[in-house]
C-alpha cells in the first residue's frame, strides 16, 4: 500500500490518517511551510517544524491547536514514524519523511538549494519515494548565483537614488522580501517596508533571522523627501495600485524566478525584473532527487509533464500527483495579510 495517496482534501497518508498539506479542512494535517497554498485555516491539528511556528501563528492565527517537532525529531503515530528536515524554502520550511515497516517516503513541499541565510538550508534526506515539486520544472530555469542578483538590486537601487528616484521592489510578502532584506547592501539608504511585509519582517527578527531596519510604510507622509533613495519593498498586488501616488516619481522591480522569461518583466509593467527564485531551478530539482536515492518520483504542481518525462527516461518510476497547490510567488490577493494598506 502507498504511504501517501492523493485524495479530494489532498495528499493522504492513510495507515497514519493524516494529510500533508491538504487544502481543505480536516482532523490531522501536517504542513510543511506558511504560504498559503499549503497552510490553510481550518484545521482541527496541525503538526510543523518548529522554526516554522511564529509565522503559522501568525498568518492562521495564534490559537490554532499546533504541535510542533525540531528538525530530525521523530514521532510515532499509528505506525507511522514521522519527521521534518530542512526544505530551505523559507523560515520554517520542511520535508516531511514517513517511515513504515521499512518504507519511507518523502514529502518535500516547496524547496530551494542555495542557502540564503533566512532559514535553514535544504538537507537531501535518502528514500525510497519523493514527492517533489516542479514550480519551475523546465530546463530553461536555470538561476544566477543569489549574490549576484543582490548586486544587480544595489546596483538599480543606487542608480534611482542618485536621480531622486523611490525604488520599489514587488515581490512575495513572506520569504522573498525578508530574503533580499538580508542580502541586499542596507548601507546604501533607508529601507521601506509595506503593510504586508513589515508583521513578517517582525516575525523573522523574533526568529533570530538578521534583518536591517524597516520604516512602515505607513508612517511615512506622500512625498517625504527620505523617499527619494529609499528602497521600498511592497507585494505584488501593490503594483499598478493608488498606493503607489506616495512615492512621486519612482521606479519599479519585480523580483521572481518567473521574470527569467523573456516577455514577464513586459506583461508586469515594471522598469526592471530581477530574476529570483525561493524554489529550486531545474538543475536543482535534478539534484535533490538524485540525493534522495529514490527509485519512485511523484511530481506535483508546476512543469509535472515535463519532469516526469525527463526521469522516466532516466530510468525512474515517475508519476504525477493531482493537487491544488499554486505558485507562493503570485498567491491571491486575499492570502496577504494586512493587504488593505494597498488599496489606500
Same mark, same amino acid.
Given at each position: 500500500m502507498d504511504l501517501v495517496i492523493a485524495r479530494p482534501e489532498g495528499l493522504y497518508c492513510p495507515v497514519g490518517d493524516f494529510y500533508i498539506d491538504p487544502w481543505r479542512p480536516v482532523e490531522r494535517s501536517i504542513i510543511t511551510h506558511a504560504h498559503g497554498d499549503h497552510a490553510r485555516m481550518g484545521n482541527q491539528h496541525y503538526l510543523a517544524a518548529a522554526p516554522g511556528e511564529g509565522i503559522l501563528r501568525s498568518r492562521l492565527g495564534q490559537g490554532i491547536n499546533l504541535q510542533t517537532l525540531a528538525y530530525g525529531e521523530r514521532l510515532l503515530h499509528h505506525g507511522v514514524t514521522l519527521s521534518f528536515h530542512p526544505a530551505g524554502h523559507?523560515?520554517?520550511s520542511a520535508q516531511v519523511r514517513l517511515e513504515y515497516r521499512g518504507e519511507i517516503w518523502v514529502a518535500s513541499g516547496d524547496y530551494k538549494i542555495e542557502p540564503d541565510?533566512? *532559514?535553514? #538550508? !535544504?538537507? #537531501? $534526506? &535518502?528514500?525510497?519515494? !519523493? @514527492?517533489?515539486? %516542479?514550480? !519551475?520544472? /523546465?530546463? @530553461?530555469? &536555470?538561476?544566477q548565483p543569489q549574490a549576484q542578483v543582490f548586486d544587480e538590486i544595489n546596483q538599480w537601487w543606487q542608480a534611482n537614488a542618485a536621480?531622486?528616484?523611490? %525604488? $520599489? /521592489? /514587488? *515581490?512575495? +510578502?513572506f520569504g522573498k522580501a525578508q530574503r533580499i532584506l538580508h542580502g541586499i547592501d542596507a548601507s546604501l539608504g533607508p529601507i521601506v517596508a509595506h503593510? +504586508? $511585509?513589515e508583521p513578517l519582517n &517582525? $516575525?523573522?527578527?523574533? +526568529?533570530?533571522?538578521?534583518?536591517? #531596519?524597516? @520604516?512602515?510604510?505607513?508612517? @511615512?507622509e506622500k512625498n517625504d523627501p527620505v523617499l527619494r533613495k529609499a528602497l521600498v519593498i511592497a507585494p505584488p498586488s501593490a503594483g499598478g495600485s493608488?498606493?503607489? &501616488?506616495?512615492f512621486g516619481d519612482f521606479s519599479d522591480g519585480f523580483a521572481s524566478g518567473w521574470m527569467r522569461l523573456r516577455g514577464s518583466r513586459r506583461r508586469r509593467g515594471v522598469d526592471r525584473g530581477f530574476v529570483l527564485s525561493d524554489h529550486a531551478d531545474w538543475p536543482g530539482l535534478l539534484w535533490a532527487i538524485e540525493q534522495s536515492g529514490a527509485q519512485r518520483v511523484m511530481v506535483t504542481h508546476g512543469s509535472v509533464a515535463v519532469l516526469v518525462r525527463h526521469l522516466c527516461e532516466q530510468g525512474l518510476d515517475a508519476q504525477a500527483f493531482d493537487t491544488e497547490y499554486g505558485d507562493d510567488e503570485e498567491e491571491p490577493l486575499a492570502a496577504e495579510p494586512a493587504l488593505v494598506e494597498a488599496r489606500s
Open positions: 523559507v523560515l520554517g541565510g533566512t *532559514c535553514t #538550508p !535544504f538537507e #537531501p $534526506v &535518502r528514500c525510497h519515494t !519523493f @514527492i517533489t515539486e %516542479s514550480t !519551475f520544472g /523546465l530546463p @530553461i530555469y &536555470r538561476w536621480e531622486k528616484k523611490t %525604488s $520599489v /521592489l /514587488l *515581490c512575495y +510578502a503593510g +504586508a $511585509v &517582525r $516575525v523573522y527578527r523574533e +526568529a533570530g533571522i538578521h534583518l536591517p #531596519p524597516t @520604516i512602515y510604510a505607513g508612517d @511615512i493608488t498606493w503607489m &501616488r506616495r
